[in-house]
């Protein structure tokens, strides 16, 4: 479920995935992984979280209150 939303909240802040990859000091490469259902660190998802000022709990599809 976090894939779909971390695209989500990408494309509705108008980003790149090579814009949130710099963000994340990676790879558009290894960026663009995680939008198509690879694992995603914790330590990731924390920082898009903290990023997109959203819950860990919106993040994972627990609550779709962001």
Known sequence: MPYKRI??????????Q?????ILFMSQTGYSKYERQENIPISVLISLAK????????MLGLSDEK
């Open 7 to 16: 695209k989500d909240l990408r494309e509705d802040a108008d980003l790149s």
């Open 18 to 22: 090579n814009e949130v990859a710099k």
């Open 51 to 58: 990023f997109y000022k959203v819950s860990l709990d919106y």
